[in-house]
């Protein structure tokens, strides 16, 4: 009998709900639970980011290697924050293009080969196709940085109430087919593909090894929760990748408030959780 399966590496804890925590906290309980990958996200206290700079990669980097960790994908924060790949003004569009260079670059400084990002979501009182032309020019810019410095972006849909641009998986093949980037690769949100009625199986059939990264949590379909806590069923999910031969990492966004108090609880549970399937 098949029985789903993962590995540990695959499993990549992320730091956006220990927010209310110390960054070195956060790396002594992934360490302790048995996490031996992380997905970055650069959000202050932690990681910070701006359109100006980056700053401490070197005492980042030098942590996390004291914690026998490594990054496999950064995330620069891109929903909450100013910055946006939909963005329409002047400056706002030159800050927001610095900001996601340095992201890069701090990628790159860190060792890390992906770094995440979404279309951004311009505004609702315009013209779709606006927001649209801004986002597709600004990922061929980031694009073509990225490659300059050795990382590859990982572009998620977001959900209709985050964003008019890239929402579905149709949304996500139209706007790779217009950038034509070998350093622009598709990845899987699993509450964003749920809320549009989609499936793990429909992004595999479209991209097969293309699809490089997943957020990989339960829902119900919204929220990024821990497995356990929404509808999905971790083991039929994990049968998936299995079948289509995915490799790549699980990043663990998990984001509703209830687990800001007690993060190391929650991330508790999500491994033992995972535990069940690991050899």
Not at 35 to 59: K, M, N, Q
Not at 60 to 89: D, M
Not at 235 to 248: A, D, I, Q
Request: charged share 25%; aromatic share 12%.
């Amino acid at each position: 009998m098949f029985k789903p399966s993962v590995r540990r590496e695959q499993i990549a804890g992320m730091n956006i709900h220990y927010v209310n925590y110390s960054f070195d906290y956060f790396l002594d309980t992934q360490e302790r639970l048995g996490f031996r990958s992380i997905e970055l996200w650069c959000g202050v206290p932690h990681v910070w980011i701006d359109h100006l700079t980056y700053y401490e990669a070197a005492g980042i980097a030098a942590k996390i290697r004291a914690h026998h960790l490594e990054v496999r994908v950064l995330t620069p924060e891109n929903c909450l924050y100013p910055y946006q790949v939909g963005a329409k003004e002047p400056e706002h569009v030159k800050r927001s293009l610095g900001y996601f260079k340095n992201g890069i670059l701090m990628a790159e400084e860190l060792g890390c080969k992906m770094m995440e990002i979404n279309s951004g979501w311009g505004y609702l009182n315009e013209p779709r196709e606006e927001s649209w032309k801004r986002s597709r020019e600004m990922l061929c810019a980031l694009a073509t940085f990225a490659g300059g410095h050795g990382v590859t972006l990982a572009m998620e849909s977001l959900r209709p109430d985050e964003s008019r641009i890239v929402t579905t998986l149709g949304d996500m093949k139209q706007m790779l087919k217009e950038v034509s980037s070998p350093n622009l690769k598709p990845m899987a949100d699993l509450c964003a593909i749920d809320v549009a009625g989609e499936t793990l199986e429909d992004w595999f059939g479209a991209f097969g090894r293309d699809l490089r990264h997943l957020h990989f949590i339960d829902g119900d379909p919204y929220g990024h929760l821990v497995w356990g806590d929404g509808k999905r069923n971790l083991g039929r999910l994990l049968g998936v990748l299995n079948s289509y031969g995915y490799e790549g990492y699980l990043g663990q966004e998990i984001t509703d408030g209830r687990y800001f108090a007690d993060p190391a609880a929650a991330d508790f549970r999500n491994m033992r959780n995972y535990e069940r399937y690991m050899d």
